[in-house]
């Protein structure tokens, strides 16, 4: 009984403990401050962070780039939290409904997890703007809410077209932060651009965890071992659609000597200095842009409810060119791009 | 004398879990300090008086984690580590959820009749587990962890089979169980102000906790349980069928660990999908332990844990400090509780010693005072 007992402690403690490491971020010392020579009636926003929370350097942060942005230019006051893998859907309300009892009545809720509670906290607080990304379902909708969603397989097709364009080994490799319908359409974009340029060409596919584990998204150690297999299998680009877990896919193309393709951020510019080089293109995924249109919005008295849909037309999604490692090959990129715009190639989602 | 003992035995019980609370509060205020974290903010976070909403969620999330942690505690009395609960927990409220969302049956047949669903296949899950003990000899400990991990696997491919996909949504959820067979929130009105309301299914803990606490202590197979648990020799020397009471007792612990999620389907998600809670199992290990596999015991180490999750939510926005911090916590809290149990233990066999030493004294000069007269 003992023996079982202390066995029980020691793993119980680990697990606690393993799960509270289990993230890299933590929240940012600036957030929260008000930006100097701003007046006392500067716009609040509060911004709920998916799972890895600022310092992603991939989802999370390309919507902290927004808000960093309204935050100097429109001199907004701003307040972030981020989600924890696993949490009750208690949890996600709780948090929003604290931003909010805080003062900050601008809600920006990252990634689609935060559907129904914006959903139940929106109607709960009429008086409340919201923005949410990646959701557009009637479980968030409302007459105060921003429903934000990206067209994430047309981007995922160009960086999909690239990656057979620069392949040496006729081989390439997606990688998935978690198995969810939203990165689904990443790998179906990916694999019909791979396709359209070589229909004969190899491609893997590994997701790293399956929801409800939402760790896929945050594990560097995760990305880089699944990454280390790829490239010993002999594929020769990977595409890293795995928010935080990217790192590790990168970390892995180095040692390997092999190149990958970044997610949502332009990962040439935000990922660890010393893995930039290997970072071909990312497709990039403009929650940016999003969430600075929304606080804006709401600034100028012009917001409207409802879903904005930023795709391929939009500029809501693209690839990147940062590092010329694509340069050679940008004119046939764009010749796809103006065909999706056009409506010839249509890109599937699953 | 016996009354003195008595005040002394609950005193004893008292002191552990206290001396293990301000250990991990001691603990924690340190790796603030090293981390550089304002010490004062976070303990006026973790301690400020709930709101009225968020004292409902503290008795929801308790209703959960209390469930859960029977459901482990079932196992250590019968000295098994059932770390499964958390795939037992999934894979029964994925088929409760299938199968309640389908509503062939009416209202509130639907909901017992899923319930009964949940608990049979926590069983089933658990008791693969239990098979495999009884008859090769394979630890508990190894196969529920494995088991967990296919769990997983297995729910994730048959939700992508059975999900319903809403348009816009970018989460796969099972078809939604229908309105009439959703358990409705009992309203404190009366006693706080909040719209929020506490689980229906908070009757099914307590159902639980009774039946843990009278099957353990009033039946016969409890006391076989608790003996074999104790000593797997004399239960054998006692005429007990042990590789029986280890299976069977797996498929109890499994059939409670299916009710763990039953609270959160009927009385909020209504789905079961890939945003549901996870860690619930991990949770109930440790909160188990902290309630020393007491039913009351554990019922205010759920709360403390639910209280915990709950105050550390705003840790981020009042603090600037990771909410993560509560995890961190609970893990030296569980740690302290096992050495401060041990601390205490200890200190309570010396003191017996002592009054032991002390009588037999006094008796040894009663006689002698008495053989002179």
């Not at chain 1, 929003?96 to 929106?122: E, P």
């Not at chain 2, 010490?39 to 209390?66: E, H, M, S």
């Not at chain 2, 994925?94 to 969302?101: D, H, K, T, V």
Request: proline residues 3%; contains cysteine; glycine residues 12%.
């Amino acid at each position: 009984m003992r023996h079982a007992t202390k066995l029980a402690a020691i793993a119980a403690a680990a697990a606690l403990s393993l799960a509270a490491c289990g993230s890299s971020s933590t929240p940012s010392p600036g957030a929260g401050d008000t930006p100097a020579g701003t007046g006392g009636a500067a716009l609040k926003v509060g911004m709920a962070y998916d799972v890895g929370g600022r310092g992603d350097q991939s989802f999370n942060d390309a919507a902290a780039a927004g808000l960093d942005k309204a935050k100097t230019e429109l001199g907004v006051e701003t307040k972030e939290a981020s989600a924890v893998n696993g949490e009750a859907e208690s949890a996600r309300k709780e948090r929003l409904q604290q931003l909010i009892d805080a003062g900050y009545t601008n809600i920006v809720a990252v990634g689609f997890a935060y559907a129904k509670s914006v959903g139940q906290v929106a109607k709960a607080n009429p008086e409340v703007k919201f923005a949410i990304v990646d959701d557009a379902s009637p479980d968030s909708a409302g007459p105060n809410v921003d429903q934000i969603t990206f067209a994430e397989e047309q981007g995922s097709y160009l960086v999909g077209a690239a990656a057979a364009l620069k392949t040496k080994s006729n081989h390439v490799g997606f990688i998935g932060g978690v198995q969810t319908d939203l990165i689904k359409k990443f790998e179906a974009g990916y694999v019909a651009g791979a396709k359209a340029v070589k229909p004969d060409i190899k491609i893997d596919v590994k997701y790293l965890t399956q929801p409800p584990d939402f760790s896929g998204f945050s594990s560097v150690d995760k990305g880089k071992a699944a990454a280390e297999g790829m490239y010993q299998g002999g594929a020769d680009i990977i595409y890293a659609a795995a928010g935080g877990s990217g790192g590790g896919v990168f970390t892995a193309a180095k040692a390997a000597g092999k190149l990958a393709i970044g997610v949502d951020s332009d990962q040439a510019k935000t990922a660890a200095p010393d893995v930039r080089d290997v970072i071909m293109t990312s497709m990039i995924k403009k929650v940016d842009v999003g969430v600075y249109d929304f606080i804006k919005s709401v600034k100028d008295n012009t917001f409207k409810a409802g879903n904005r849909v930023f795709d391929l037309a939009a500029g809501g999604v693209d690839y990147s060119t940062t590092g010329g490692k694509i340069d050679d090959i940008k004119s046939k990129l764009d010749e796809y791009k103006a065909k999706i715009i056009s409506g010839e190639i249509k890109v599937p989602t699953s | 004398m016996t009354t003195r003992l008595g005040v002394r035995r609950i005193l004893m019980g008292a002191a552990a879990p206290l001396l293990a609370i301000v250990v991990a509060v001691v603990v924690t205020s340190l790796i603030l300090l090293v981390a550089g974290d304002p010490v004062g903010a976070v303990w006026a976070q973790l301690f400020k008086v709930p709101l009225p909403r968020q004292i409902v969620a503290i008795i929801n999330a308790g209703t959960v984690y209390y469930l859960s942690a029977i459901a482990v505690a079932i196992g250590f009395k019968m000295n098994l580590f059932n770390i499964g609960v958390d795939g037992q927990y999934r894979v029964a409220s994925f088929a409760a959820a299938l199968f309640a969302g389908q509503g062939w049956l009416p209202g509130w047949l639907n909901v017992i009749v899923a319930l009964l669903v949940a608990m049979a296949s926590g069983a089933l899950w658990a008791g693969i587990a239990g098979l495999l003990r009884v008859t090769r000899g394979v630890s508990e400990v190894i196969s529920t962890i494995m088991l967990n991990a296919i769990a997983t696997f297995l729910v994730a491919f048959l939700l992508s089979k059975t999900a319903v996909k809403v348009v816009g949504s970018n989460a796969t959820n099972t078809k939604p169980i229908p309105e009439g067979s959703r358990v409705p929130g009992i309203s404190l009105d009366g006693l706080i102000a909040t719209p929020s309301r506490v689980y229906g299914l908070i009757v099914l803990a307590v159902v639980v906790g009774f039946l843990y606490w009278f099957v353990l202590n009033k039946t016969r197979f409890g006391f076989d349980l608790r003996a074999t648990g104790r000593s797997e020799t004399a239960a054998v020397a006692s005429g007990v069928n042990v590789k029986r009471m280890v299976f069977t007792s797996m498929l109890l612990s499994g059939a409670a660990a299916g009710l763990v999620g039953m609270p959160l389907l009927f009385g909020q998600d209504y789905v079961y999908g890939d945003t549901v809670q996870s860690g619930l199992g991990f949770a109930g290990i440790a909160i188990a332990l902290l309630g020393r596999n007491n039913p009351i015991g554990i019922a205010f180490a759920a709360l403390l844990f639910a209280f915990l999750d709950a105050q550390g939510n705003g840790l981020q926005i009042t603090a600037g400090v990771s909410d993560r911090l509560v995890l961190v916590i609970q893990g030296v809290i569980v740690l302290s509780v096992v050495i401060a149990y041990e601390v205490v233990r200890r200190a309570g066999i010396r003191l017996e010693q002592r009054t032991v030493a002390a009588q037999l004294a006094e008796q040894a000069r009663t006689p002698l005072e008495g053989a002179r007269s």
